[in-house]
Nanobody, 118 residues
Framework: QVQLVESGGGLVQPGGSLRRSCTAAGSIFSIYVMGWYRQAPGKQRELVADIGSYGITTYADSVKGRFTVSRDNAENTWYLQMNSLKPEDTAVYYC????????????WGQGTQVTVSS
């Protein structure tokens, strides 16, 4: 069984930055894509960013140029650096693991609130 443990998040002013991390405990050799999703109140959960084992990344249009996803394979850890945050980035953020780019996540983190407000 794989467990995902998230850290980071919290309250930040518009224009500020936050860094999220997620560590997978357990064997994930068969899991290929590490990612981040978010869910704002009253909205569906949406993909924010993914990163494959060779460093290929995808981003939602709304975060391109502001967010960066990265991973440390040796530590089974991946990160989401969020810069130039906007109030519309406010959501619960979840890390994820999935076996292919197009599949739904096999595992989820517990989710952490990120609030962008002055």
């Amino acid at each position: 069984q794989v467990q995902l443990v998230e850290s980071g998040g919290g309250l930040v002013q518009p224009g500020g930055s936050l860094r999220r991390s997620c560590t997978a405990a357990g064997s994930i050799f068969s899991i290929y894509v590490m990612g981040w999703y978010r869910q704002a109140p009253g909205k569906q959960r949406e993909l924010v960013a993914d990163i494959g084992s060779y460093g290929i990344t995808t981003y939602a249009d709304s975060v391109k140029g502001r967010f960066t996803v990265s991973r440390d394979n040796a530590e089974n850890t991946w990160y989401l650096q969020m810069n130039s945050l906007k109030p519309e980035d406010t959501a619960v953020y979840y890390c994820s693991l999935k076996s292919t780019w197009r599949s739904s996540p096999d595992y989820w983190g517990q989710g952490t609130q990120v609030t962008v407000s002055s």
